[in-house]
């Protein structure tokens, strides 16, 4: 199984970027997908989740209103799209999938995924 993360990039704030994930090895039809995110010197931390067979978002608090997860479970992709960009939005940005049922107050847990993605910075300068 593979997660490709793309479409990092460097972005001024206030600008838009929107990443993609897409898996490949087997479908994630019934799976909790998500992206976390990593700044330097920082802990990885839950930035929006959604399950593929649609229903429930999850964001956290600091994206909540500027980032929107989707997903094309006929592509076995999902996505992130970003708006109104902030310096602190600064972070390699990982996809994440978990294959088995989670409920939901566990889809900001990092350890409850079991497949990641290598990666894709996001760097928020002018």
């Known amino acids: 199984v593979q997660l490709q993360a793309s479409g990092g990039g460097l972005v001024q704030p206030g600008g838009s970027l929107r990443l993609s994930c897409a898996a490949s090895g087997r479908s994630f039809t019934s799976a909790v997908v998500g992206w976390f995110r990593q700044a330097t010197g920082k802990e990885r931390e839950f930035v929006a989740a959604?399950?593929?067979?649609?229903?429930?978002?999850a964001y956290a608090d600091s994206v909540k209103g500027r980032f929107t997860i989707s997903r094309d479970s006929a592509k076995n992709t999902w996505y992130l799209q970003m708006n109104s960009l902030k310096n602190e939005d600064t972070a390699v940005y990982y996809c994440?999938?978990?294959?088995?049922?989670?409920?939901?107050?566990?889809?900001?847990?990092?350890?409850?995924?079991?497949?990641w993605g290598q990666g894709t910075l996001v760097t928020v300068s002018s």
């Open positions: 959604t399950r593929m067979g649609g229903g429930s978002t």
């Open positions: 994440a999938a978990r294959s088995s049922y989670i409920v939901f107050s566990y889809w900001r847990r990092s350890d409850q995924y079991d497949y």
